[in-house]
Structures are given as C-alpha cells and as structure tokens.
C-alpha cells in the first residue's frame, strides 16, 4: 500500500540525519513515539514532538527509557506503528523490551544514534560500538534485523525501510546511526505519498473464534490482532504455545525461540542489503557501514589511485549478517579490510562469514571521532602485498 | 440433595465463567491465596459497570498478580516486571476507546515499577490500577516488598524487615491520582463496588487490596491460613471513607484502614494534551480519535 | 567544479551554524548541487567556540568532513587562532575584522575583513552579523549564487525576521562587492594594517 499523505513532507530538504529519521517514520506510518531525552539523539523526537500534532498522533516524553521503550509496544498493540529514538545508555535500558517485543512479535522501530561508550562514555561524540548489542542485548536467543544508512537521505529511506521490515516480519528493527549521520545535514528528496511503499500490518482476518495469535503462517510470520476488536487474545513474554498461553516446557520453548530465529535467517537473501562497487575483480573489499563507509570511500579512491584494485561493500543491513554474501566475496578477494569506530565487532563477523578464504583486517577506532583515511588506506595496501 | 443437583447440573455456571479463559483453568494460585477473590470481584464489577468486554484491556506485570491478565477472557497483556504501566500508557493512548486496567502486585507496581506509578498518576492516565497488595514478594518465594511492615520476617529478612514501608494510597494521592481506595479481600462488596465505580471513572484511578499470602507471609509470620486472615482483617479492618491517605500506614499486627479516601476530577492526559494543542495549533491540530494503522 | 570546503567558525550565539547551514542550503537546495554540513556539537556548542563544516561540489559527497578548508569564515579571535592554521595554501580568509586580529598568516592567504557587526548594528540588530558574513562571503568568493543564498536566507530564519536578515545579506554582499571592485595592492594594504 502506499503511504498516508498526512506524514510525508513532499520535497527537498536540508536537514540531518536525525530530522530525516523523523521524516522517514512519519511517512512510514508511524503515529506514536515515546521517547527519553538523550544526546545526540533527542532531536529525532523533538522533531516528532513539533510535528506530530499537526499530522494526527502522539508523543509522549516517558519517565525514562525503560518506560518508552515498551509504552511503545503498549501503542503497537492498541493499533498504531510506533518507535523510540535513543543512544548508548538509553539503548542498554531498552534491552528487555527489545526482547520482549521480540518474544511477543511486536512490530516496531528502535532508533539508535550512537555515541561513544561504554556508560556515559561520550555523549556528543560519534562510536558504532553498540552493532553486538542490537544483535545480542536482551537475554535469551533470538534473532534481529538492523540497519544502518550513511546519510541523512537513507537516514529517511531506510527509515521507512525499517518500519517495513518490522511489519513484514513481525519483529523490533533496530536502526543503527551514529553521531555523525545524525548530526550530518544534507539534502534530503521526500518523494510523493504515492511513490513510497509501505508494508500493511498483517492482521489477521479470521472470526475470532478461529483466529489463533501465534500460529505462524507459511513464512513463519503469525497473524496479528488489535486490542478492542473481539479478539480477546493474550500476549505474554512468557514461553507460549500458538494460542498465546504461557506453556512452559522444553518443547514449546524448541518450537517458539526457533521459529522467532527461523523467520528472519531463512529471509536472508531477501535482508541481504549492501552497496557494492568494484567487488568483481577487487584484490581487496573494504568492508564497512554508517560514517565509516563515507570515510572509506576516500581510502578506497586513495589505494585504487595507486593501482589496488579495491572493492566496496557497504553493509546497509548489518542483522541478519550477509552471511552468504561475504562468503561469496571472500572467493574472490584476497582480503577484506573493515573500519568501524569500535574495537572490532562487525570484524568478527566478516572473518567469520570469510571462512578462511580471505584475510580480514580489522581498522578499529575507539570512538570520539572517525578514522583518518590513512589508516584505511595504509590496512588497504597491507591486504594487498 | 437439590443443592446437589444444581451444583453438577452442567447447564448451571459459575457466573464468573464467562469472563475466564476455563481452558487455562485450574490456576496456580495457591489455597487461601486472595487473588481469585480479586478476580471474582473484578469480574462481578464488569457485570455491574455495564462495559463493553470487547473495548476492556487488562495488563499485568510479573508476579502471582501478574497472572491475572492470563485467566481473564478479555484482550490480555502479561508484560515485563514493572513495566504494565508505561505498556498501559501507550495502549490507551494508541486507542484511547478502549478501558485499559492494570492488574498487578506491590513489588511490581511499587518497588521495580513505582517511577511508572507515579508519574501515570502526575499526568492523570486515565487508567485504572489494581493493586494487589500481599506485603511480600510472593512468586519468588517470600521476600521483603516495599510494603513489607516492619517486623515482619522475610526470607530476605530473616531476623525481621527493619525498612520503613509504603503507603500506598499516600504516594498514589500525592502523585495526584483522580481515585484512591483500599480494601481486603475480605470486603468483596465493597472492593467490587469500587472496581466498578473506577470502570467507569475518567482519569488516574488507583485500588489497593490488602490480600494474603498463607503460603510465604502469614506463614512465615504465625498470622494463620487463610480462614484466619479472613478473621483477622475483619477484625483489624476500619471503614474511614474520606480518611486523610497520610493515615493510612500498615504496620504488622496495627489497624487496617479501608475505604475510598480520594475521588477527584481533574482533566486527565488526553484532554490536557487536546485542549493545549488546540489552544496553540488551532485549525493546524489534528485531533484524533485513535492511532489505529491499517 | 571541484570540492570546495568552508569552515565557518565563531563563539556561540553568532548564529555560526546557521550561516553555514545558509550556505549549505543555498547549494544543495538551490542550485542542485551538493553540499553536506557537519558541525562541532557539545557543551561547547553554548557559548563557547562553536564551528561548522560545509563541503560543496557537483558530484554527491562521500567523505564529509573539512580537512584543508578553501575557504575559511571567523568571527572571533579564539576561532581564528584555532582553524586558520588548517587553511589551504592558497585559500580565502573572511574575517570579522572588528574581532579578530591576524597574525602568523600564510603569506599565499587572500584576506577579505569586513565590519560585520557593525554593520548589523546599523540595522538595528547585531545579531543578523552571521547574515552580514554570508553576503559579504557571496561577494568575495562567488562560491555560491546571491539568488540562491538569499532564497536560503528567506528559508532559514523566523519569518518576522525574513525582512531583516535580507537586508543584512545585500549589505553585507554590497560590502563585498565594494572591496573586491577595490585594487588588490589596496586589499592587500588593507589586510596587512589588519596584522
């Protein structure tokens, strides 16, 4: 279906990133955001917050971050698409709702800009350091999708994005900026209502005398109901069989946290999302995401200047990993080269996916700032050799 | 030999039937514990209030309380521990038609939840919470509760708990509730007429029911079972409607005060948040009636 | 044309963003180009110095930030000794000249200094000096067009100032125009009383 004229902001703009994310879940449909100050993310709900109200819904500032984070599963479950916006220490606190909303199915956004960390580390100050903990941070096994753009452009393109993922496969969507994509103003096109594409809620439309809340359908993915229509249904983070009731035993936990796993790894293909350029015949691929990719892109100009035939392989869907692609990749190049400001996370995973095919070459950044694009280039012309 | 009769004659039930999910029943409520008098209450209250079942939505948090959303047959969310609240928020305000009830425990509500309690309550939600009060953490087996009177052992508290306690009826009064009230699970009358007065009541609405626990707090404290507690809250108890909230501390073998002590009407969120966009964006403010997508 | 990298910087409350985010727009929005903004946030950003980064060029922009500036806009002193050390060899020097003194400059440095403050005091508000630099800086480096920079102008600012800040743009730029009209031996005159 396409998109409610109401939230899209027909035109072209010169804003940063976290205006434009707040554009993107405008015109994605979302009508409720509950949110928790905190820098340098505050101004994605401050936006929200001005715009809203003439658009038609709410935001509400909550108590903190545990608060917003399930105050909006409370609002997807009472029928509205609904996000929170926050960063590094606010993002630990959403954990257990993360994986509430994974274990109940809810479909919603979660915006992190990154800053430097751990704790309070650097509030104002750029890190992409949280990438394993939108993968692995509430407890127990499940899996996740995440993204992350590298301008304010996909800031609102993949926004959408986002909030398309996490209807279609009934699951929290992380998305992951950081400081620097967040704070970076640029020109931003917002298309017409009609051209952007949004994924409709998959409600069912069983009696509710048939309608069961976790029976999956054939991709895996159940059908879901709305409070205040005769459903009567029962959602629980509790381990639960089809019907929604808790059933606490070793067989239905298999059957449950596998099928929430099943659902997105076996989409792989279809949420394997990368820019690539120059990887057919490529010595090396410089493998990154967010800002760093944009600081590689100069280190990538710099090695093939001096004749390094140097791919790119930009990661815009981190989680699931693109498992099957980099390990196609690595047939071909000699090595893979990954910046990232962290002491090397998304690293782990290439080499991982590699397999041993290729050499993988971790470029870490504490955080605070971003790399030179020396050091990219100077781990470009070690691969190579 | 007729009383009998009327009792396995299956055209006659329960009158509370309709309102539990029977396929979840029996429940793991312990004998003698007062959360399915509760329940009874509450259900017999939807009776009376005359509201549409379909438009109820009930949310717990964890606890034996917590269970409530689960064996009632309305829209039901079981959700984190102290979190029912802030889930409640943005249900309500999602869909705004519907009576959203929180149903949950002390230690949920008060110790892990309470800065969601009470700022539900500043901002006038108009959600209705149920309190059930038992002094302890019960599902984990028996540990000190914010409510927990002094004296009174714990497994936590082994010699004794030495922390002072709530009020809960004062902090949900000073955080500016529209409705507070107490009652045991011995005053089922009265308990389901405040229920179902709050079923229809607009704004922050707040009962605390003095519940027990046989298995892990009077047990542990020689009060009895739970005939005993029956007696001894209808010994203890006080009917003070009106009674200023600062009055009403519990302490461990002291007078209960129950009653309905705050009935207020002031603007709740969604009209404050209404009246002042309008008031500021006129024609530009878009009011509207839910947040349902499509 | 090839990247052109500006850096505007001054203390806060000189609306420093603001003028870059002028110029950004003016470019990107304007006349289709493409220019990306970064800038220095933090607790500095209030009140202390405060600094902003755009990069112009007719391709799309990867690497956003400002290493070598082309041109560099300065409207106070601790901004100058700050980032005019980073300025490229031939690049172009726009300075408030009431508030900054110069000194150990590149001699291969064009300098442009213009009153800006004073002349947003002669309309009335000070605080328009930002808008005074932008067309004092349309004027001297023909960076951007005066037609798009004003559209940006109009776009940027609170609409009851629309009036204001127009003026002080084309005073600003009339200011410009007027000292780049000038010999070079007399700029050069200029800047070196300015040392």
């Given at each position: 279906m396409q998109a409610d004229p109401r939230g899209v902001l027909t035109g072209v703009h010169f804003i940063d990133g976290d205006h434009a994310c707040c554009e993107g879940a405008l015109a994605a449909g979302a009508r409720f955001a509950a949110g928790y100050p905190i820098t340098p993310s505050t101004e994605v709900v401050e936006r929200f917050a001005a715009r809203i109200p003439t658009v038609g819904g709410t935001f509400i500032q909550m108590e903190d971050e545990l608060a917003a984070s399930i105050a909006i599963l409370g609002a997807v479950w009472g029928g509205a698409k609904a996000f929170t916006v926050t960063s590094g220490p606010g993002f630990s606190l959403m954990m257990e709702h993360i994986g509430f909303a994974a274990m109940t199915e809810t479909p919603c956004v979660f915006v992190n800009v990154q800053r430097g960390?751990?704790?309070?580390?650097?509030?104002t100050l750029p890190a992409q350091a949280d990438m394993m903990q939108a993968r692995w941070?509430?407890?127990?096994d499940y899996e996740i999708i995440a993204l992350s753009p590298n301008s304010p452009q996909e800031c609102f393109d993949l926004t959408i994005k986002a909030f398309n993922l996490a209807e279609q496969y009934r699951t929290p969507v992380m998305f992951m900026m950081d400081e620097c994509v967040g704070h970076m103003t640029e020109k931003v096109v917002i298309p017409r209502p009609e051209d952007i594409e949004i994924y409709p809620r998959?409600?069912?439309?069983?009696p509710p005398s048939e309608y069961?809340?976790?029976?999956?359908?054939?991709?895996?993915v159940p059908e879901m109901a709305h409070a205040?229509?005769?459903?009567?249904f029962h959602v629980t983070g509790?381990?639960?069989d089809e019907r929604g009731y808790p059933a606490m035993n070793a067989a239905t936990q298999d059957r449950l946290v596998r099928r929430l796993k099943e659902k997105i790894r076996a989409a792989e293909d279809r949420l394997t999302f990368v820019d690539e350029d120059?990887?057919?015949?490529?010595?090396v691929i410089v493998v990154s995401y967010g800002i760093t990719s944009r600081v590689a892109e100069r280190a990538i100009e710099m090695a093939r200047q001096k004749g390094v035939k140097t791919g790119r392989c930009r990661l815009?869907?981190?989680?699931?990993?693109?498992e099957k692609r980099i390990r196609a990749l690595a047939q071909r190049a000699r090595a893979f080269v990954v910046p990232e400001i962290n002491l090397g996370q998304i690293a782990r995973e290439v080499e991982r996916a590699a397999g041993g095919h290729a050499r993988t070459i971790s470029v870490t950044h504490a955080g605070g700032g971003v790399h030179r694009p020396e050091d990219i280039f100077e781990a470009i012309m070690e691969a190579a050799r | 030999m007729s009383a009998l009769l009327e009792v396995t004659n299956?055209?006659?039930?329960?009158?509370?039937e309709p309102f539990?999910?029977?396929?979840?029943?029996?429940?793991?409520w312990c004998p003698g514990c007062g959360i399915g008098t509760t329940v009874n209450c509450f259900t017999r209250a939807l009776i009376e209030s005359k509201v549409d079942l379909d438009r109820v939505a009930i949310v717990s948090g964890i606890g034996c309380s917590g269970r409530v959303a689960g064996y009632l047959?309305?829209?039901?969310f079981h959700t984190t521990h102290g979190r029912a609240i802030p889930f409640a928020t943005g249900l309500k305000l999602a869909n705004p038609s519907l009576n959203v009830v929180v149903y949950s425990g002390d230690g949920d509500l008060f110790a892990i939840g309470g800065n969601h309690l009470i700022h539900a309550a500043r901002r006038n939600l108009d959600i209705k919470v149920i309190c059930i009060n038992n002094?302890?953490?019960?599902?984990?087996?028996g540990q000190t509760a914010?409510?927990?009177?002094?004296e009174a052992i714990t497994t936590t508290a082994?010699?004794?708990?030495y922390e002072p306690a709530f009020n809960l009826c004062a902090l949900a009064d000073s955080a500016g509730a529209s409705y507070v009230a107490r009652w045991t699970t011995y005053h089922v009358r009265q308990l389901t007429k405040s229920m179902s007065e709050v079923m229809r009541k607009r704004g922050f609405c707040f009962i605390e029911i003095i519940s027990p626990?046989?298995?892990l707090y009077q047990r542990r404290n020689k009060m009895g079972d739970g005939l005993d507690t029956m007696k001894y809250y209808k010994q203890k108890s006080k009917v003070r409607h009106g009674?200023?909230?600062?009055?009403?501390a519990i302490t461990k073998d002291g007078e209960i005060v129950v009653g309905k002590f705050v009935d207020r009407d002031r603007p709740d969120y969604l009209e404050l948040m209404r009246s002042r966009l309008s008031e500021q964006l006129g024609d530009r403010y878009v009011e509207t009636e839910n947040l349902v997508c499509s | 044309m090839q990247l052109t990298e500006i850096r505007t910087a001054g203390f806060g409350g000189q609306g420093v963003i603001l003028s870059a985010m002028i110029i950004g727009k003016a470019a990107s929005i304007y006349e289709d180009r493409h220019a990306t903004l970064t800038q220095s946030f933090g607790p500095e950003a209030r009140g202390g110095a405060s600094s902003a980064q755009v990069v112009l060029s007719d391709r799309p922009i990867a690497?956003?930030?400002?290493?070598?500036?082309d041109v560099l806009i300065v409207m106070s002193q601790e901004a100058y000794t700050r980032f005019?050390?980073?300025?490229?060899?031939n690049g172009i020097l726009i300075v408030e000249e009431d508030l900054v003194r110069i000194s150990?400059?590149?001699?291969?440095v064009r300098v442009y200094g213009v009153p800006a403050t004073r002349l947003a005091e002669e309309l009335g508000?000070?605080?328009v000096l930002n808008v005074v630099m932008v067309g004092f800086f349309a004027a001297v480096t023909?960076?951007?067009s005066p037609d798009a920079l004003r559209r940006a102008v109009v776009d940027s600012v609170p609409p009851a100032t629309r009036d204001l800040n127009l003026r002080a743009f084309d005073k600003g730029y009339e200011y410009g125009l007027a000292k780049v009209s000038t010999p070079v031996e007399e700029t050069e005159q200029a800047s070196m009383e300015l040392e």
């Open positions: 960390g751990p704790s309070t580390g650097l509030p941070g509430s407890h127990g998959r409600l069912t439309r069983k069961k809340p976790y029976e999956p359908a054939e991709d895996l205040g229509n005769g459903y009567r509790l381990t639960h120059g990887v057919e015949d490529a010595q815009i869907g981190i989680w699931p990993f693109p | 299956p055209e006659v039930t329960n009158p509370v539990l999910r029977m396929e979840r029943i029996p429940h793991i047959r309305l829209d039901s002094l302890i953490y019960a599902m984990t087996g914010p409510t927990t009177p002094g082994p010699y004794g708990c626990c046989p298995t009674a200023p909230t600062s009055e009403l | 690497y956003p930030y400002v290493t070598a500036p005019a050390p980073e300025l490229k060899d150990q400059l590149k001699p291969t508000r000070r605080m023909g960076l951007v």
